[in-house]
Nanobody, 123 residues
Framework: VQLQASGGGLVQAGGSLRLSCAASGETLNRYNLGWFRQTPGSEREWVARVRWSSGFATYADSVQGRFAISRDHAKNTVYLQMDNLKPEDTALYYC?????????????????WGQGTLVTVSS
């Protein structure tokens, strides 16, 4: 499956953005989806994950209550709604797919990655 992330941009602290991750090549029914983020010099950090089949989602403590995953089966797309953004949310955000049997927070367990979309939150 090929993934393409979009929706990043520059926003002031307290603002919102919605990231999109569109899949092509095959349906996402065989996968679970995750969002990760990375800043220069840092490890890739898990942000959120969702079971494509059920919609069950979990979030990192740092974004719990501010970020929400949703999915559109018809568009084969997953979204990450980010509200009340903080400067520390500034990063390159990636979506990734893992096989359906894998529901992980570990980047190495994901088999397909989008290209990343940059989110910059100004104070």
């Amino acid at each position: 499956v090929q993934l393409q992330a979009s929706g990043g941009g520059l926003v002031q602290a307290g603002g919102s953005l919605r990231l999109s991750c569109a899949a092509s090549g095959e349906t996402l029914n065989r996968y679970n989806l995750g969002w990760f983020r990375q800043t220069p010099g840092s490890e890739r950090e898990w942000v959120a994950r969702v079971r494509w089949s059920s919609g069950f989602a979990t979030y990192a403590d740092s974004v719990q209550g501010r970020f929400a995953i949703s999915r559109d089966h018809a568009k084969n797309t997953v979204y990450l709604q980010m509200d009340n953004l903080k400067p520390e949310d500034t990063a390159l955000y990636y979506c990734a797919a893992s096989h359906r049997s894998v529901f992980s927070v570990v980047a190495e367990n994901y088999v397909s990655w989008g290209q990343g979309t940059l989110v910059t939150v100004s104070s």
